[in-house]
């Protein structure tokens, strides 16, 4: 089977895929260009995409009776994928679950940490020599520990990061999920409840209902003194409205590793202080990306011996 992976990973994972398949291995950094997505599906019997790489309606539109019958996704997150269209085109859709959840609840539990706790703000201040000694009310941020976090969405992550709060912290967790999830320390409550809490937490997949599902009338709801986390796609936040409540201290603090336009951060963005800001690295751990590059190496196998998909989006 031809195999087109379409941008570099681990040394592990390349190795595991030239094992199996007749392999085209495109040592880049930057996402297919759109003449590049429609070559792909023209030319090559399976595809193992990530994010960035932009296979759109319009992508199968272009191209008739496409050569390729998987996309396996290198990412829990499928948002540059339309699934409906490549399944209407004949090709399956997979995914890598399972494999990011504990790194990237970590990333949110930094998150939480930096921002609380002003630690971007105090190393730009120390690398700048601004740091002039300690003192009683310097770098004054928030305790963590016994607070109340709300997590909107609570699949695998949602769960893991759960754990992390009460468990390492005692914080009281209260969640807003669309289906009903049974837990033992955590309380299910309305989205308006759960934007009450001190740390809210966004760990939604990016879909048509959630994009900007936090925008200038949720976070209207949000206490003054809040600090809003987001790990899950950058377009769940309305990002004008965000840096208008960062801007007016409508809530405190945000911290962010994923953004609306990625690579492109706002320059209003970059300029506020009570704003932890990190470049996309949820799953940026080399077991991590190992794990997930694995994965998707499976379903490709399945695929290919015709076998059940492991992970079918």
């Known amino acids: ?41 023209r030319d090559y019997d399976a595809i193992l995409p990530t994010l960035g790489d932009l296979f759109r309606a319009d992508v199968f539109a272009d191209v008739a009776g496409p050569r390729a019958k998987i996309l396996a996704n290198f990412g829990v997150g499928t948002n540059h994928i339309d699934t409906a269209a490549a399944r209407a085109a ?16 970590d990333i949110a539990l930094t998150l939480i940490l930096m921002t609380a706790r002003r630690a971007g703000e ?33 699949g695998r992550i949602g769960r893991a990061i759960a754990h992390r709060c009460h468990h390492g912290f005692g914080m009281k967790v209260l969640f807003h999920n669309r289906s009903t999830v049974p837990h033992d320390f955590a309380t299910q409550s309305t989205l308006q409840e759960t934007l009450q809490a001190d740390f809210v937490v966004l760990a939604v997949p990016a879909t048509a209902e959630t994009r900007h599902l936090i925008n200038a009338g949720t976070l209207s709801q949000m206490r003054p ?9 950058g ?25 609306e336009q990625e690579p492109h951060v706002p320059a209003a963005l970059i300029a506020l202080e009570n704003l932890t800001l990190l470049p996309h690295l949820g799953t940026a751990a ?14 490709l196998i399945a695929f290919q011996q015709g076998q059940p998909l492991p992970n079918p989006v």
């Open 1 to 41: 089977m031809n195999l087109l992976i379409t941008r570099r990973l681990p040394p592990r994972v390349i190795a595991a895929a030239r094992a199996r398949f007749d392999v085209t291995y495109r040592d880049e950094t930057t996402p297919l260009a759109p003449a590049d997505l429609r070559a792909a599906l």
């Open 90 to 105: 004949g090709l399956h859709v997979t995914n890598t679950p399972g494999a990011v959840t504990d790194a990237t609840a």
């Open 122 to 154: 105090g190393e730009r201040m120390l690398r700048a020599g601004q740091w002039h000694g300690w003192h009683p009310t310097q770098m004054l941020g928030t305790h963590v520990s016994g607070k109340s976090v709300g997590i909107i969405g609570m």
């Open 225 to 233: 003194t809040a600090i809003l986390i987001n790990i899950a796609r």
């Open 235 to 259: 377009d769940v936040i309305d990002e004008a409205a965000l840096i208008t409540a960062l801007q007016s201290r409508q809530i405190a603090a945000a911290g962010l590793d994923v953004y």
């Open 286 to 299: 080399l077991e991590v990306r190992e794990a997930m590059g694995l994965m998707a190496v499976a379903n």
